[in-house]
Every structure is written in structure tokens, then in C-alpha cells.
């Protein structure tokens, strides 16, 4: 047996940095009058989405799932009128292991009643230029990237157009050409194409996806309907997820079950849908807005490092 296995990953320096970051994180939401929560990490349900797999394990014979998030029980405490919070917490996702992804991480996560995805976006870009010192970040609406870019229009450019594009840029040779979604094409495209050419010198915000792309974000009925949401990327990174929050419990319930039938469809594991959440949204969920930061891809932009490895204290492989 190696006598050194028992070694942390990161050097301690780089948690001493870590632990000051996190107190720098801590300081900018007290600043602010943001209240720091706990939600469980155990929860009877979870996310629906298809591309998110939980951990689950038994409790007294019953079946619990490690969150993928904390969203659903923030949400509840917004529900019951918490005000602005915000929560650091582990969080878990299976299969998700590499370079930029561990199957347990530390996810930043806070909601303001009162604001749509904009004025959150501007919050954002404050937080980062104080965590990280970059400059102000760069806003832009999800077609004009493609745009500028891919030179389409992601949301009139046909489906099989589309399907030919991703297909040129490697999509067929990850998935065979049988099948391919439009949503599927996008997503390719984005990851493999877009992100490599956007957040270079300071962080850039996408804003307005398409309405099939919404998760748990309000859809805005323009001349083309749009997913009040956006992403942030820095640096080749994909850092931050926020939403204009969707309050209305029957549109909520509509699209977990959605996921569900996709879910049975690809033959992935059935959840139990998250019924807390939704009577808190009949309660009444206030207007707001929320966002999700991967901290330990924060923490690899604060110390220059490449590797998530690097700053956090034990991988999954040496746990």
C-alpha cells in the first residue's frame, strides 16, 4: 500500500487560500444583508431532470436522495417569507467526474425576492469582480451569440440544419446519427463551440435561452418565446446557472412530469417528484430571481489552477 495515499489532493496553501475566499464569499452577501441558510442534504425527492443523476441511499428502510442542489428547499423558505438568502453546501451528482467535476462539490447558491434574471445578473458580476478582481463581464442574449459565432439564428435555422451543424462539429461521432434532438444540437453546439470562444478576458453572461431549454425559469412570450435564464462563463469555464424563478405550481408540476416521460423514455432511473416544492409555490413563491456557482470551479479561477484537484482537500478517488 502506498504510504503517501493518505495525502489531501491540494496542498495546504491552497486551502488556506480556499478557507480565505470563503470567508471573502461570506463577507459579500453580510454586506448585503443576505441571510446564510441550511437546508438538508437528504431529501424524499429530487430533480427531474434527465441529465442530472442522484446518489440515494436508505433511512430507516425509506429511499432518500443526496440534492443535487438546495433549490427546492430555498425555495421553500422563500415561500415562508425568508427574505434574500443564500446557502455554501455540498451538493452531489453521479457520474460527473474529471477535470471539472467531482460527484461531491460545494455549490453557492442565493435567491433575492424582487428580482428578475437582469438585476441578478448585475449582482453577479458584482461578486465575481469581488472575488476575483477581473473586470466588469460581458452581457449577451443567447441568439446573438450564435450569431456572432456560429453565424445562425438558433432560434429560425431548421432542425435538420441544425443537426447538420452539430453533426459537423463532432456531435454524430459522441452519439451516432440516429435521434438527435434539436435541444441536443443546441447544447452541443454551446459547449463544444461557444464556450471555447466567449469569457476570455472577462466573464461572459448568456442570457434569454430557448423556451424548451427553461428548467425551472419563467418563459417570456416575445416574438419568440424565451427562458428567462442565463449561464456564465470565464476562462473556458462554465461557473454559474440563474434563473427568473417560476412560481406558478400547475406549470411547475407539467414540466417535472415532462422530464419524467423523457426520463422512461432514455431508460433513466425514475424519481419521485418534489412535492414540498410544489404546495410551496401554491403558497405563493415571491417574485425572484436565483443562482447556482460551481465554488470549487471559483476557487480554480481564483488560484489559477487548472484542475479541481488542485482545490479541493480529497477527490472522490481519494476519499
Given at each position: 500500500?502506498?504510504?503517501?495515499?493518505?495525502?489531501?489532493?491540494?496542498?495546504?496553501?491552497?486551502?488556506?487560500?480556499?478557507?480565505?475566499?470563503?470567508?471573502?464569499?461570506?463577507?459579500?452577501?453580510?454586506?448585503?444583508?443576505?441571510?446564510?441558510?441550511?437546508?438538508?442534504?437528504?431529501?424524499?425527492?429530487?430533480?427531474?431532470?434527465?441529465?442530472?443523476?442522484?446518489?440515494?441511499?436508505?433511512?430507516?428502510?425509506?429511499?432518500?436522495?443526496?440534492?443535487?442542489?438546495?433549490?427546492y428547499a430555498?425555495?421553500?423558505?422563500?415561500?415562508?417569507?425568508?427574505?434574500?438568502?443564500?446557502?455554501?453546501?455540498?451538493?452531489?451528482?453521479?457520474?460527473?467526474?474529471?477535470?471539472?467535476?467531482?460527484?461531491?462539490?460545494?455549490?453557492?447558491?442565493?435567491?433575492?425576492?424582487?428580482?428578475?434574471?437582469?438585476?441578478?445578473?448585475?449582482?453577479?458580476?458584482?461578486?465575481?469582480?469581488?472575488?476575483?478582481?477581473?473586470?466588469?463581464?460581458?452581457?449577451?442574449?443567447?441568439?446573438?451569440?450564435?450569431?456572432?459565432?456560429?453565424?445562425?439564428?438558433?432560434?429560425?435555422?431548421?432542425?435538420?440544419?441544425?443537426?447538420?451543424?452539430?453533426?459537423?462539429?463532432?456531435?454524430?461521432?459522441?452519439?451516432?446519427?440516429?435521434?438527435?434532438?434539436?435541444?441536443?444540437?443546441?447544447?452541443?453546439?454551446?459547449?463544444?463551440?461557444?464556450?471555447?470562444?466567449?469569457?476570455?478576458?472577462?466573464?461572459?453572461?448568456?442570457?434569454d435561452f430557448?423556451?424548451?431549454?427553461?428548467?425551472?425559469?419563467?418563459?417570456?412570450?416575445?416574438?419568440?418565446?424565451?427562458?428567462?435564464?442565463?449561464?456564465?462563463?470565464?476562462?473556458?469555464?462554465?461557473?454559474?446557472?440563474?434563473?427568473?424563478?417560476?412560481?406558478?405550481?400547475?406549470?411547475?408540476?407539467?414540466?417535472?412530469?415532462?422530464?419524467?416521460e423523457k426520463?422512461?423514455?432514455?431508460?433513466?432511473?425514475?424519481?419521485?417528484?418534489?412535492?414540498?416544492?410544489?404546495?410551496?409555490?401554491?403558497?405563493?413563491?415571491?417574485?425572484?430571481?436565483?443562482?447556482?456557482?460551481?465554488?470549487?470551479?471559483?476557487?480554480?479561477?481564483?488560484?489559477?489552477?487548472?484542475?479541481?484537484?488542485?482545490?479541493?482537500?480529497?477527490?472522490?478517488?481519494?476519499?
Open positions: 500500500m502506498d504510504n503517501e495515499a493518505w495525502q489531501p489532493d491540494a496542498s495546504v496553501e491552497c486551502l488556506r487560500q480556499r478557507a480565505k475566499l470563503l470567508a471573502k464569499i461570506r463577507r459579500f452577501f453580510s454586506e448585503r444583508y443576505v441571510m446564510e441558510v441550511e437546508t438538508p442534504l437528504l431529501s424524499r425527492a429530487t430533480v427531474t431532470d434527465v441529465q442530472l443523476h442522484s446518489l440515494q441511499t436508505k433511512v430507516a428502510g425509506n429511499t432518500y436522495y443526496l440534492q443535487t442542489s438546495p433549490e430555498m425555495k421553500r423558505l422563500l415561500a415562508a417569507e425568508s427574505g434574500a438568502i443564500y446557502q455554501l453546501c455540498k451538493a452531489f451528482r453521479d457520474d460527473e467526474q474529471g477535470q471539472w467535476h467531482n460527484p461531491e462539490f460545494t455549490l453557492l447558491e442565493w435567491y433575492h425576492p424582487g428580482f428578475d434574471h437582469h438585476d441578478l445578473m448585475i449582482e453577479v458580476d458584482q461578486f465575481l469582480k469581488f472575488i476575483l478582481t477581473c473586470g466588469p463581464a460581458e452581457l449577451i442574449s443567447y441568439q446573438q451569440v450564435f450569431s456572432n459565432i456560429l453565424k445562425i439564428n438558433p432560434f429560425a435555422i431548421t432542425d435538420d440544419d441544425l443537426i447538420d451543424l452539430a453533426k459537423q462539429h463532432g456531435l454524430a461521432d459522441v452519439v451516432g446519427v440516429a435521434n438527435i434532438e434539436r435541444d441536443l444540437a443546441l447544447q452541443w453546439l454551446m459547449s463544444e463551440v461557444i464556450e471555447k470562444n466567449i469569457g476570455e478576458k472577462t466573464p461572459c453572461f448568456v442570457y430557448p423556451a424548451s431549454q427553461a428548467a425551472l425559469a419563467i418563459i417570456r412570450q416575445d416574438t419568440v418565446p424565451v427562458a428567462e435564464r442565463f449561464e456564465v462563463y470565464y476562462h473556458g469555464i462554465e461557473l454559474a446557472n440563474g434563473f427568473h424563478e417560476l412560481a406558478d405550481a400547475k406549470e411547475q408540476r407539467q414540466r417535472f412530469e415532462r422530464d419524467l426520463r422512461k423514455h432514455c431508460g433513466a432511473t425514475a424519481v419521485p417528484i418534489d412535492e414540498n416544492l410544489l404546495s410551496a409555490l401554491e403558497s405563493g413563491l415571491p417574485n425572484c430571481a436565483g443562482v447556482a456557482l460551481g465554488v470549487d470551479r471559483l476557487m480554480m479561477l481564483a488560484m489559477n489552477k487548472t484542475h479541481l484537484s488542485q482545490v479541493i482537500s480529497f477527490t472522490i478517488n481519494n476519499a
